[in-house]
Every structure is written in structure tokens, then in C-alpha cells.
């Protein structure tokens, strides 16, 4: 079973850019469609971003679009998502998971997941 571990969050103020990475375990990450899901405190996990096996199709959350982009290499066997223009409610524990249906915004349509990266925007 793919394993997958999210690195790059970290403390940030508002206005700047943060790289996360998730990196899979195996090379048949490949063939599965990614995304990205936050959990702010005291709320439930949210959809922010999906690509598709080939990195060509991408959707967003409306709250991050124009902000944040998902990319990935399939050589290098990671997905990426970009943060730029960070505001304080964009903090969050950042989380990748595969994806099972496409198109999809549902929690219940993703995993397996990784185990998170915290990133904080302060004002």
C-alpha cells in the first residue's frame, strides 16, 4: 500500500510563499490522481486542490484559487502545492491523499492519506 509523507510547512507572515511536498513510496504513484485537504483548528478537513495522473487537470477550492497551484513529477514520485499570498486563515495542518473519484471535493472520495505538515501565517 503507497505511502505517502508531506514536508515544507513551517511559520510564515502574511503576504508570503511556502512549497509544500508530498513524496510517495512507490513508483505506481504514477498512476494516481492527488490532492491536497487543510484541517484548521477546531474545523473539519477541506478540500483545497486535485491533479490528475498526468499533471495536466487541476481544480481548487474557490478559497485558494488564483493563490495556491498543485503540480506534480512523476519521476520524482511528489506532488506539490505552492502557496503564495498567504493570509492568517490559510493556517492549517496540510494534508495529500490519493484520489478516488474524479471530479471529487469529498473527503470520502480520497486515501490514503499522509500525515500531515502544520503551516502557520501570522499577521
Given at each position: 500500500?503507497?505511502?505517502l ?9 502574511a ?5 509544500l ?11 494516481y ?25 487541476t ?10 497551484t ?8 511528489t ?11 490559510d493556517t ?6 490519493v ?12 486515501g490514503?492519506?499522509?500525515?500531515g505538515t ?6
Amino acid at each position: 500500500q503507497v505511502q505517502l509523507v508531506e514536508s515544507g510547512g513551517g511559520l510564515v507572515q502574511a503576504g508570503g510563499s511556502l512549497r509544500l511536498s508530498c513524496v510517495a513510496s512507490e513508483s505506481t504513484f504514477s498512476s494516481y490522481r492527488m490532492g491536497w485537504f487543510r484541517r484548521a483548528p477546531g474545523k473539519e478537513r477541506d478540500f483545497v486542490a486535485a491533479i490528475s495522473v498526468s499533471g495536466y487537470n487541476t481544480y481548487y477550492a474557490d478559497s485558494v484559487k488564483g493563490r495556491f497551484t498543485i503540480s506534480r513529477d512523476n519521476t520524482k514520485n511528489t506532488v506539490y502545492l505552492q502557496m503564495n499570498s498567504l493570509k492568517p486563515e490559510d493556517t492549517a495542518v496540510y494534508y495529500c491523499a490519493v484520489q478516488r473519484v474524479w471530479p471529487s471535493r469529498a473527503l470520502v472520495d480520497f486515501g490514503p492519506w499522509g500525515q500531515g505538515t502544520q503551516v502557520t501565517v501570522s499577521s
